[in-house]
C-alpha cells in the first residue's frame, strides 16, 4: 500500500470565524484539529483511515504532541498544513507537521506520537502488526522541534474543574485529543491569556470518558513556564507545558 499512500500531505487551509479566539489567531484546539485531519486525508486512501481501521477493531490514540510557535496563523489567512509519518519506533509512531504561509515562512512546526491500540481490548499493539501496511517512513526528515517526552510537572494549585460531556467524546468514546487543548488554554492565569504561545507540549496519560468530572491545576516553575494538569478519580488524564512568546522575543 505504500505506493498509495503519499510521503507527505499538504492541507491547504483558510482560517475562518469559527477557528479563531477573541485575539484574531487560530485556536490551538483548532491546530489539532486540522492535524487530525490531514493525517486522516494523508493515510485513507491506503486503508488507514479511522473506518478501515474501525472494522479491523483498531484506532490511532496520541499519547504526546510537542510544537514550537513562531507566529499563529490570523483570522482570513491563507497557510498551508504539510504532514508526514517519519518513522516507528517500537510500539510508537513519530508524525511530523508544518504550518507555512503564502510566502512559505515557517509558522508552526511539532511532532505528536501515537500508539496504535485495540479498540475493544483497550490494549495497546505492538508496532510490528501496523508493518503489513506499508506506510512509507522518512525518518531522515525532521522538523526543528524536540520529540516529545515524558513532563515533570511541578507543584499545582486546583484552578477549575469540567465534567466530560457526551459533545466532547469521539467515536472511540472518549475525549477527543483536541479538547484538552482548550482546557489549557482556559487554565492559564489572566495575565498569560491572549499573550501569543511559543512552546507547547502535552501528554494525554489516560482516556477521559463522559461523566468523568477533570479536577484541573495549574501552577509555574521557577523560570515562569506555566503547567497545567487534569485528572479524574482513576488517575492523571493530561498534562501540559506552555512557554508564552513574549518571553522570546516573538
Request: a negative charge; aromatic letters at 8%; one cysteine or more.
Amino acid at each position: 500500500m505504500s505506493d498509495i499512500i503519499q510521503k507527505e500531505f499538504v492541507l491547504p487551509v483558510e482560517v475562518t470565524t469559527f477557528d479563531v479566539g477573541a485575539d484574531d489567531r487560530l485556536r490551538l484546539s483548532a491546530v489539532l484539529q486540522y492535524q487530525q485531519e490531514a493525517a486522516e486525508r494523508q493515510l485513507a486512501p491506503g486503508g488507514l483511515g479511522w473506518q478501515a481501521l474501525a472494522e479491523q477493531g483498531l484506532a490511532f490514540v496520541a499519547s504526546r504532541w510537542h510544537a514550537t510557535i513562531q507566529r499563529m496563523p490570523v483570522m482570513g489567512e491563507r497557510v498551508t498544513l504539510t504532514t508526514w509519518h517519519r518513522e516507528r519506533r517500537g510500539p510508537r509512531f513519530f508524525r511530523c507537521y508544518e504550518w507555512r504561509d503564502e510566502q512559505g515562512e515557517l509558522l508552526l512546526q511539532g511532532v505528536m506520537l501515537f500508539a496504535l491500540v485495540s479498540v475493544q481490548e483497550h490494549r495497546l499493539l505492538r508496532g510490528e502488526e501496523f508493518d503489513r501496511f506499508g506506510l512509507p517512513s522518512q525518518p531522515e526528515r525532521d522538523v526543528a522541534c524536540e520529540d516529545p517526552g515524558k513532563l515533570v510537572v511541578p507543584t499545582c494549585s486546583p484552578v477549575d474543574t469540567a465534567v466530560v460531556r457526551w459533545s466532547d467524546t469521539d467515536r472511540n468514546g472518549h475525549m477527543n485529543n483536541t479538547r484538552y487543548a482548550d482546557l489549557l488554554c482556559d487554565c492559564l492565569p489572566p495575565q498569560a491569556q491572549g499573550q501569543p504561545l511559543h512552546d507547547i507540549q502535552l501528554c494525554f496519560s489516560r482516556e477521559s470518558l463522559q461523566g468523568d468530572r477533570l479536577v484541573l491545576s495549574g501552577g509555574t516553575d521557577e523560570s515562569g513556564v506555566f503547567y497545567v494538569q487534569g485528572e479524574h478519580d482513576r488517575g492523571i488524564a493530561f498534562q501540559a507545558r506552555v512557554t508564552m512568546g513574549d518571553a522570546h522575543g516573538l
